[in-house]
């Protein structure tokens, strides 16, 4: 069975400070895809980033970056000086892969993390 | 160009009455989900259609919820009747091969009395 656990539910951080956002997952699957999403106060998904399991590579993308370690199954997030617009939930979710030509299936969500960012 | 729409945004009812929600996913995309998410809680697969065949439903509660993709493009899910507990936000999602994600819409807030 799929299953991602965030274990933090609320981190408080002032303007400028980094911070990183725990994600660990459980898969029987040995190909699969795993996602972060920012769930602001309008309440719309919006996807930041996918990875899949054969790319342990980690990725930056201006302040935000990815740790991917199949060791020990997580899928971390840290953002660099933090600011005031990163304020959301933030969701870690797991995805089987289907299979080629197929499109991606279900989703599975972490409860999420939601990030205050105080000026 | 255009994201997931989804309509109502808001929808308040009485226990007992029907209510239908209505999602137009991006255009090309051939699979569509909706997804419940409650408060405090990430969002939980209803139902995923691939073009107009509903191919993981799995976790639909079908003794009152039922969905529908009839010509593979928008869909309509609905309650009936409607209990307390339904109370959540319902999100409509869509992916392509091509796109490789799931984008989704801004979500309907149901709220029952």
């Known amino acids: 069975a799929q299953k991602v656990t965030q274990a933090q539910t609320e981190i408080s951080v002032v303007e400028k400070e980094d911070v990183t956002l725990d994600c660990v997952y459980e898969?029987?699957?040995?190909?699969?895809?795993l996602f972060w999403y920012k769930q602001p106060p309008s309440g719309e998904l919006v996807f930041l980033i996918r990875?899949?399991?054969?790319?342990?590579q980690n990725e930056i993308s201006g302040r935000y970056s990815w740790n991917f370690q199949k060791s020990t199954s997580s899928f971390n997030f840290t953002i660099t000086a933090s600011q005031v617009v990163d304020s959301a939930v933030y969701f870690c979710?797991?995805?089987?892969?289907?299979?080629?030509?197929?499109?991606?299936?279900?989703?599975?969500f972490g409860r999420g993390t939601q990030l205050t960012v105080w000026p | 160009e255009a994201g997931v729409v989804q309509s109502p945004r808001y929808k308040i009812i009485e226990k007992k009455q029907p209510v239908a929600f209505w999602c137009n996913p991006i255009?090309?995309?051939?699979?569509l989900y909706w997804y419940l998410q409650n408060l405090g809680q990430g969002p939980e697969l209803l139902i995923r259609y691939e073009n107009e065949e509903a191919v993981d439903d799995s976790q639909l509660p079908k003794d009152r919820f039922s969905a529908e993709r009839l010509k593979g493009v928008d869909s309509t899910l609905k309650i009936q009747p409607a209990e307390l507990g339904d109370s959540a936000v319902y999100l409509c999602?869509?992916?392509?091969?091509?796109?490789?994600?799931?984008?989704f819409g801004p979500g309907t807030r149901l709220t029952v009395l």
């Open positions: 898969t029987r699957d040995t190909t699969y895809y």
């Open positions: 990875r899949n399991s054969f790319d342990e």
């Open positions: 979710a797991l995805s089987e892969a289907l299979g080629r030509g197929s499109t991606l299936g279900r989703l599975y």
């Open positions: 999602a869509s992916s392509s091969l091509a796109a490789g994600t799931q984008y």
């Open positions: 255009s090309g995309h051939n699979t």
